[in-house]
């Protein structure tokens, strides 16, 4: 199997629902398609961001084909595995290669604290169901698992597991990860207020939140910094930084769809248990996205 190439900017697209909390499979083909149009590299669907815990096995499905759809082959469409159990995992493992999608972000099992064996034996298991190429996502203050470096290392042998989502929210795993396993894995950075750091370390990729509602802001931050203007790509972020903060903490996926909903008119709506920001919490965000509305930088100035 020939190793995939994950660089540069892959939205983790947010799951636009109706009033009543039903998908809404047109607002996932638009969003996709205003991803593309800004100039970003992959899509990923039912990721954190996505509300895949909210989601059933039928309606990933669903939208991995609405946005396979809308990508018509222009980048790669990713489905992220998060399911409860190994078994359910590779079954929408198969599943997802049937209708199409090009790669695999995946999840330890959740809800269990597995030990470091059984997560190997997770992934291992997870990359013989298909034969996608598979980002490891590691997360483990949302979590609790940490998938080191060690684990990396040990994983290396099976060529499918191409890159990593480094999501710890320390930077020196980055350095950790290269000195362990070199350039085994591409790495790509998830976090989104530390991905201009994290890119200057050595990601090759931004697995990215606040994109949804300003993709070309991120793609400029990154083909920037790909081209050493960390000057001008520090300009561009520095502005960005109040908005990328709504990428941390239990209600990103509020934070992130108001955001949305005030810079392009999409809806807020998220499936409970999460409810709408209400009070202080969204006075904030809409204080935050307002201010950056104002000051919006103009990236013609840039010539990218």
């Not at 047109?26 to 969003?31: L, S």
């Not at 039928?58 to 222009?74: F, M, P, V």
């Not at 392009?264 to 409970?272: A, F, L, Y």
């Amino acid at each position: 199997m020939q190793k995939s190439d994950f660089r540069g900017v892959l939205p983790a697209i947010t799951t636009k629902l109706t009033p009543d909390q039903e998908v809404d499979y047109a607002a996932v083909r638009a969003d996709v398609a205003f991803q593309i149009e800004a100039g970003v590299d992959a899509i990923i669907v039912c990721g954190s961001l996505g509300e895949a815990s909210t989601l059933s096995r039928g309606e990933k499905l669903a939208i991995a084909t609405a946005a396979i759809e809308a990508a018509a082959g222009r980048v790669p469409v990713l489905l992220t595995l998060a399911e409860d159990s190994t078994r359910a995992a590779v079954s929408l493992a198969a599943d997802a290669e049937r209708v199409g999608v090009e790669g695999l972000m995946v999840l330890p099992g959740m809800r269990y604290l597995a030990d470091d064996q059984e997560v190997i034996a997770h992934y291992r298991t997870v990359a013989g169901a298909s034969s996608l190429p598979i980002i490891v996502y590691n997360n483990p203050i949302a979590y609790g698992i940490d998938i080191t470096p060690a684990m990396l290392r040990e994983l290396s042998d099976e060529p499918k597991f191409v890159a990593v989502k480094e999501s710890t929210g320390d930077t020196r795993r980055i350095n950790e990860t290269l000195a362990t396993v070199g350039d085994r894995y591409q790495l790509l950075t998830g976090v989104d207020d530390l991905a201009l750091e994290s890119l200057i370390l050595g990601c090759v990729g931004w697995i990215a939140g606040l994109v949804v509602a300003f993709p070309r802001e991120t793609v400029a931050i990154y083909r920037l910094v790909l081209a050493g203007r960390i000057a001008e790509a520090l300009e561009i972020y520095r502005w960005f930084l109040p908005l990328l903060h709504m990428d941390i903490g239990p209600k990103f996926v509020q934070n992130i769809k108001l955001v949305e909903h005030i810079v392009r008119g999409t809806s807020p709506v998220v499936r409970q248990p999460r409810l709408p920001l209400a009070g202080g919490e969204e006075a904030h965000v809409r204080a935050v996205t307002e201010a950056g509305l104002r000051t919006r930088p103009d990236l013609s100035k840039y010539s990218l």
